[in-house]
Each structure stands twice: as structure tokens, then as C-alpha cells.
């Protein structure tokens, strides 16, 4: 990937629990200031690469690069620093139960700034905004259906303003309606705010909507990667499997920037919050 700027480089990754061996020489460019999805089939090890990432998990052997910098070699206190560079937007949203949505929003600005009480609410309520949430600061979560609690995740996770975000199955137990809009949103703040997003998913339709960059990960190896386009062309035959077992009838699988932010849609801003 000469002359694209790279943020996040895996290089040779490989790791084992027990007999399992479930990444197997991971080699992965992450561009700045785009969206790159990894795909694949539930074990394939994509919630093992993203823990790796951020360094929640070290690898057996090869390298985890951030702007060249191997975090799998930091002691604890310099990662921390690395991982404030990083938001995350959790498989289940993962909210405070007795938190409402203003104070779950505001929890890390609290714990890593010292802003003052006007400063955090007036930043929470832009949070808010960008997520389509306006005026939900006292709900709780119990409230909010699993849209909505996505949404509140993204606010979350946006709300140190970090350079890199990482996004767990973002779509995962919605149904397909609530999942676009989630998607629309995870395209229409990227346009914006110009973060590096990477996003895990089995979701193939609507994350080839939104990707820059797609990689495919089998059986503990990337096995495709470029354009969404380019993937969807691929000759191999795990690529074409993965792909046909999730094809809608009538529905070619493409990237247009233009499909994610139709009208009426969250994208455009008229659709109701899910």
C-alpha cells in the first residue's frame, strides 16, 4: 500500500490457545481517515484480531504497528496511553445499567479529563447530536430499544474525540431495518468527522455499503482484501462461498456513497431513531 497512509499495520500475526490456532500469520493495512471492514464467518478470529489491536491481547509472534510504534512490546502504562488514541463501540453496546444516557456518554470524559460539569454537558449534548439523540440525556437504558442503545455506544465511544475507532459486530441482534439506519450513522460520522473506522462483521450487504477497504478472514488468514468491489470479483473459491451464502435474491453486493445516505434515511437525517 505504498503512499497511502497507514495508521494500523498487523504484521505476521499469529496466535494459539491451546491446540487452537486461530490467527495463523495476519498481515492487515489500515488506512487513516477510512473505514476498513474485516469480514468473515462466526470463529474465523476476528474478535481475536480486534482484541489485538488494541492490545488486550498480545500476539504469539509478529507485530502490532500504531503510527510504527509495536504496541505488543509496550508495558502496561504506555499502552494506556495508545489506547486513548482508540473509542470502541462494544457487540452489545455494553451501557452502565444505572447510568442514564447523559451520564453513560460522559463516564470517560470524566475519568481521563478535567473538564468542567458545564464543559462535559455541553460536549455530551453534542455526542448526542451527531448521533441523532437529541434530548435523550436523562433516559435510561432500559428505556432505549437496541437501536437506540447502539446509538448512545456510538456517543460513547466518540466522545474522547479519538482518532481511531473500533466497532464490534455494530449491527449484531437488530433487525434489518434498525441495522441500516446503524450503518447510514456509522458512515455519515466517519464522512464527518474523517476517523479511522474498523469495523468486525458477518454483516456482508451492509458493510460493503459502507467500506473503504474490505478484509476477509478465513480459518485464521486474510484472505481477501482490497475495495469492496474487488472483493465481491474474487476468484477464490472461500471468498465466493462466504459471499453466495450471504446473497439476497435481487441484491448486488457494491459499494455507492449515494445508496448510504438516501433521503428520508438516518444519513439524511429523516428517519426517527431506532
Known sequence: MAG?????RVKGVYKTFGRQKVLKGINLAVERG????????SGSGKSVLMKHLIGLLKPDKG????????ISRLDESHLNDVRKRFGMLFQEAALFDSMTVEENVAFPVREHTKLSDGEVGS??????????????????????SGGMKKRVGLARALALDPEIV??????????????????ELIKKTQMKLKKTYVVISHD??????IA???AMLYEGEIVAFGAPDEVRRSDLP??????????VPGFAIGHDSQEVARPGSAAGGGAEPQ
Not at 123 to 136: A, P, T
Not at 166 to 183: C, M
Open 34 to 41: 477510512k473505514i476498513t471492514v474485516i469480514i468473515g464467518k
Open 166 to 183: 473500533l466497532f464490534d459486530e455494530p449491527t449484531s441482534a437488530l433487525d434489518p431495518v434498525i441495522s441500516l439506519t446503524i450503518e
Open 63 to 70: 507485530e502490532i504497528l500504531v503510527d510504527e510504534v509495536d
Open 123 to 144: 460536549l455530551v449534548d453534542e455526542k448526542l447530536r451527531q448521533v441523532g439523540l437529541v434530548g435523550f440525556n436523562d433516559k435510561m437504558p432500559s428505556e432505549l
Open 204 to 209: 456482508i450487504l451492509g458493510m460493503f455499503r
Open 238 to 247: 472461500a471468498v465466493k462461498e462466504f459471499l453466495e451464502a450471504t446473497r
Open 212 to 214: 473503504d477497504k474490505v
Open 4 to 8: 497511502e497512509d497507514i495508521v494500523i
